[in-house]
């Protein structure tokens, strides 16, 4: 089955999504973002499924958003970042466990995607990266949640930099469960995955809600509230622009 450009099968308990458009490194285009929502649609309603796991096909997890065809209207950039957010905090709104297995590149939004995500399971050959600030721009999910998980200082070092950390940094860091050889990648996360589905769904259930009580308050209504206004500067407009003509932005501040 698929929806969008989301690979959905069921094995056993579990439903297993898997972002498939290798050519643009299953970054968040439109028909990823409603994969993403039918997909879990799906989890949430179907009563056999305990579980989600969600990888990406090819050599990379997620390269982020989609970011070609941008529009700098107001109104689209609103429109924009609203499908977004809803995308990257998909994996803590549903209410059941979500695992990430990430098999290559996280970046932006992949990384974003990742650690909404209850665990990640992470590929030797994983990188993680939020490189957003090469365009000008920041992570509008990450800036509010990865300094939770592996500090203020590290998560503004990879926002100021945009520079990508491997699997094994993650890993030191908290931002990942476990690392394991590329090619166990999937059946480790499986297994995890159906170990989880086998203990009783309302404890599970209540686990993440416990844990994740004090999330989607005030800082998510911030970060998208506040976003639009970035994207307007010129010198966003400038990275946008030099990315996609494939020339480095010559920055303004302003």
């Known amino acids: 089955m698929k929806f969008g450009d989301v690979l959905y099968e069921k094995k056993d308990r579990v439903a297993l999504l898997t972002l498939d458009d290798k050519a643009k490194l299953n970054a968040?285009?439109?028909g990823i973002r409603q994969g993403l929502k039918e997909g879990f649609e799906e989890v949430e309603k179907n009563p056999d499924v305990k579980v989600a796991v969600i990888t990406g096909a090819g050599k990379t997890f997620c390269a982020g958003a989609d970011i070609s065809?941008?529009?700098f209207e107001p109104v689209d950039i609103v429109n924009f970042l609203g499908d977004i957010f809803d995308a990257l905090t998909i994996g803590e709104k549903v209410s059941k466990p979500v695992i990430a297995a990430v098999n290559g590149l996280a970046l932006g939004g992949g990384l974003e995607l990742a650690i909404s995500c209850d665990i990640i399971i992470a590929s030797e050959k994983a990188k993680f990266g939020?490189?957003?600030i090469n365009l000008g721009l920041l992570p509008g999910f990450a800036i509010v949640r990865l300094h939770e998980l592996i500090g203020r200082s590290?998560?503004?070092?990879?926002m100021m930099t945009g520079d990508p950390i491997p699997a094994e940094?993650?890993?030191?860091?908290?931002l990942v469960s476990k690392i394991v050889p590329h090619?166990?990648?999937l059946d480790e996360a499986m297994t995890m995955a159906?170990?989880?589905a086998e203990k009783p769904a309302i404890a599970i259930r209540l686990a993440k809600s416990s844990v994740n009580r004090h999330i989607h308050g005030e800082e998510i209504v911030y970060?998208?509230?506040s976003m639009p206004f970035l994207f307007a500067t010129e010198d966003a407009k400038e990275g946008i622009t030099a990315f996609l003509n494939k020339r480095k932005p010559e920055f303004k501040d302003r």
Not at 169 to 174: G, H, I, P, T, V
């Open 194 to 196: 159906r170990k989880i």
């Open 223 to 225: 970060a998208s509230d």
């Open 28 to 30: 968040l285009s439109a």
């Open 69 to 71: 065809g941008f529009s």
């Open 183 to 185: 090619e166990n990648l």
């Open 154 to 158: 590290k998560s503004k070092e990879m």
């Open 169 to 174: 940094e993650a890993l030191r860091l908290n």
């Open 130 to 132: 939020v490189p957003e």
